[in-house]
């Protein structure tokens, strides 16, 4: 490439030197030059042919370069073929050549235009290519008048050399229109050719075209004949660069931009004509109405693609506000249901707030959602969610929100509303789901449970204070059992700060001692004895007295301090168990029962700990039963920490079965011993078939799986005598006995028949 590139140079050099002298008017012999362009046609011509045979480079680039390569042959041909004829004009078979050659170099044009166009183009829209096109022709009309006046017309006048004169035109004006090609194509960038390259080739052919255009001078200036193989030799250059181009790897990848030039072609065509305009005017009144009528026609083109483009804008402009428009909707709304999101609904929320007036909170929480979810599949829960917005939509007025805040957690925001009627709204939520959600072929039956909050004036609540108190009556609302609704008073507040305070206080209480435990007694159902007991914590607060575990255990399991809690209720329980043992003999229960969180279970030391209190109280572990939730074993860790306590033959109890969704898997996975019916179940079980069902249920796995049972929260005989029935063997309630200090429990004993005769005589001994 690079030598083919200095051979081209050389014979550059050499026309230049010689056109030089022969215009000094020094006897020179012609045939130089004119071997000179045909010569650099050809090199040139072969480095377009080597630009196609770029490594990698695309099967349409390629195509493209090897068309060019053809054509710019063809030039060489048919160059070759002229130059006798201009060598000496006034021979008789100039014009036979010229005949000859004509169709050789339109061909070759024809198939550059054919390669041009054969290149693939970004697509565009219809208005671009209306202002594409409408550019061209602003283009073509200003050179077509340029070409007129300066070479053209003289020529006409001159009269001289027709036949020149006509093919010299023919080859300009199609030099003219290929120049528009070649503008269309650098404009669209084809990304396969190197753009530029695409702006050399295109350099090329206007300079191709002024090749045409000297034609005149040197018509009437024979000494300047040097002039056009010397055009020739630089369009050969603008090939050959225009191939090296292709080669620069950098150049290939450059994609096309629009460029910011082309952009104001137009206004260079006005200006240029105007100018054109103002020079005929002042020196050649004859072209002054052609002139004058392109000048108007290339303004009134420029003013139409104006409009186009303006319009294109517009529409541009409309497409991007609509875009805006989905982006702000996504953004502020939920793309499941539609409704508002969480961000959205506190800014609309805000907004009411800072209007007098009340405004109606409602958080709608969906009971039991996680279990279809979990259970059917997401695309059943999704479909209940987009029914469930649906229904809520309907139980609110036009102009309430209603939003999801998130998963099954929806709000709604009743402008203007009262407390009251903010009641009969949640009612009316709660009407509306009556009627069960057919989700994929399954009948749902979906509830919730609603907090009320509403704002008061005088409080002037925040947007956070109001979801707040909407959040805690949401909670009473779930406390009060499913479906349910409460609204929110002055004072719940308060309870859980207390309940935030519980939490970092609790630190102290372990170190201080304000923990203590209560037992109480599990017993055999047939004849009330005591076989057992379950520890249970209490913590005696100096000021706040004494707090249920339900209220700072949830806080210990959140913080971890139930790990360190835990590990003093185990040595305790343990320590206490052992004390039995040695002072009760035969009447001790056969074990204690400690309740182990899952925060516990995964503790990398819990397994130790459980075996130092153990050995610390010299205690036999058969003495000992942990008692976990289902769902504390959620992970492997925690299985594989409750089956080490099993190979040491500690007992395992499974508490408020029955509660959890993943009882069953667990029974197989778990090594349990016992399993605990869930107070819930005792409650009704009495009165309601379906609780006495699921008893049942129990018994039957457990009496299948061989393990041993106890029933919580025992308060009446009438379900004593119904688990009795149903086969249970062990229970523990109020009606036996409520948790008791270890001093009562040991009395009680005392008075009672000896429970687990076996396991109390053994230890005893
Ligand atoms: P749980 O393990 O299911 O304990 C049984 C709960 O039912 C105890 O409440 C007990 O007092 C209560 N109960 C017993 N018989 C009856 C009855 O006939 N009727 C009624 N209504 N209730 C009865 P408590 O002591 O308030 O404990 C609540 C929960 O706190 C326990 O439920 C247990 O999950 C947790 N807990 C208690 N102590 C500890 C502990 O030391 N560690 C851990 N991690 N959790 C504990
Ligand atoms: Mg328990
Ligand atoms: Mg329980």
Redesign the pocket.
């Known amino acids: 490439m690079r030598r083919l590139m200095v051979a081209i140079v050389a014979c550059m050099l050499a026309a230049a030197s010689w056109a030089t002298l022969y215009a000094a008017g020094l006897p020179m012999p012609k045939q130089i030059v004119w071997v000179a362009g045909p010569f650099g046609l050809a090199m040139s011509a072969w480095m377009a042919w080597l630009a196609g045979e770029v490594p990698g480079i695309a099967a349409s680039a390629r195509r493209f370069w090897h068309r060019f390569a053809l054509a710019t042959g063809l030039v060489t041909i048919g160059t070759a073929i002229m130059t006798p004829a201009r060598l000496s004009p006034e021979s008789p078979y100039a014009l036979r050549l010229i005949q000859i050659a004509a169709p050789v170099l339109a061909t070759s044009i024809l198939i550059v235009l054919y390669a041009l166009l054969r290149l693939p183009v970004r697509t565009r829209t219809r208005a671009e290519w209306t202002r594409l096109g409408l550019d061209g022709l602003t283009v073509l009309i200003t050179t077509a008048l340029f070409l007129w006046h300066l070479a053209l017309r003289p020529i006409a006048e001159h009269n001289g050399h027709l036949g020149v004169v006509i093919g010299l035109s023919l080859v300009g004006i199609t030099c003219l229109v290929t120049l528009v090609a070649v503008l269309k194509v650098v404009m669209l960038g084809s990304g396969t050719v190197s753009r530029r390259s695409m702006a050399l080739l295109a350099t090329t052919l206007v300079a191709g075209g002024l090749s045409s255009a000297v034609s005149p001078l040197i018509a009437t200036h024979p000494r300047l004949a040097g002039l056009q193989p010397m055009l020739t030799l630089v369009e050969c250059l603008l090939v050959a660069a225009a191939a090296r181009a292709q080669w620069r790897p950098a150049a290939a990848q450059r994609t096309a931009r629009g460029g910011r030039t082309y952009s104001k072609l137009p206004y260079y065509a006005v200006g240029a004509t105007l100018v054109l305009l103002a020079f005929v005017a002042y020196t050649d009144h004859r072209d002054i109405a052609a002139v004058a009528t392109g000048a108007i026609a290339v303004s009134a083109i420029v003013g139409a693609r104006q409009l186009v483009a303006l319009r294109d804008n517009q529409r541009l402009l409309a497409e991007v506000s609509a875009h805006e428009r989905r982006l702000r909707h996504q953004a502020t709304h939920d793309a499941l249901t539609g409704l508002v999101n969480r961000n959205h609904f506190t800014e609309l929320l805000g907004a009411a707030l800072r209007h007098p007036g009340p405004t109606a909170v409602l958080l709608i929480d969906l009971d039991d959602f996680k279990l279809i979810n979990d259970t059917l599949g997401h695309a059943v829960g999704d479909e209940v969610l987009m029914t469930v917005a649906e229904r809520l939509r309907g139980a609110v007025r036009a102009e309430d929100v209603v939003a999801r805040l998130g998963g099954d957690e929806f709000a709604a925001m009743l402008y203007e509303v009262p407390g009251e009627h903010a009641v009969g709204v949640a009612e009316r939520i709660r009407d509306v789901l009556t009627t069960s959600v057919r989700a994929a072929g399954h009948e749902l039956l979906v509830r919730a449970s609603v907090g009320v909050a509403t704002s008061s004036p005088e409080l002037a609540e925040d947007v956070d204070t109001l979801l707040r108190n909407a959040d805690l009556a949401m909670y009473a609302a779930k406390e009060r059992g499913k479906g349910g609704h409460f609204v929110y008073v002055p004072g719940m507040t308060t309870r859980i700060v207390a309940h935030a305070e519980i939490g970092a206080r609790l630190r102290d209480a372990i170190d201080a001692g304000q923990l203590h435990l209560q037992y ?1 007694p599990i017993v055999r159902l047939d004849d009330g004895r005591t076989v057992g007991t ?4 209490r913590w005696r607060h100096p000021e706040l007295g004494v707090i ?3 209220d700072f ?1 949830p806080a210990a399991e959140q913080t971890g301090l ?1 790990v360190p809690l ?1 590990r003093f ?1 185990m040595r305790e329980a343990c320590a206490q168990q052992a004390r039995w043992l040695r002072e009760l003999g035969a009447s001790a229960p056969g074990y204690v029962s ?4 899952g925060r516990q279970l995964t503790d990398p030391d819990f397994v130790t700990d459980v075996l130092a209190a153990l050995d610390d109280a010299g205690l036999d572990p058969r003495h000992l039963t942990v ?1 976990v ?1 289902e769902t504390a074993v959620v992970d492997e860790a925690a299985i594989a920490a409750l089956q080490q306590l099993r190979d040491r033959r500690i007992r395992i109890a499974l ?2 079965f029955g509660t959890a969704a993943s009882s069953l898997g667990l029974l197989l996975t778990c090594p349990v011993t016992a399993l605990k019916l869930d ?1 819930s179940f005792v409650d009704e079980i009495t009165t309601v078939a379906r609780q006495e069902a699921v008893a049942t249920a129990v018994i039957r796995m457990a009496q299948a799986l061989d393990l041993d049972t106890v029933a ?4 009446t005989e009438a379900q004593a005598r119904m688990l009795r029935h149903l086969g249970y063997t062990f229970g ?4 036996y006995s409520r ?1 008791l200090a270890p001093e009562d429990l040991a009395r009680r004993a005392a008075v009672a028949p000896p429970a687990f005769a076996g396991l109390a005589v053994h230890h005893a001994t």
């Open positions: 109480q379950e520890a249970l914590v249920p575990p339900g255990i139930v835990g209720v400690v309740n182990v969180a008692e939730t508490d408020d107070r919580e929260g025992i308060e523990q309630g109020y009606l948790p």
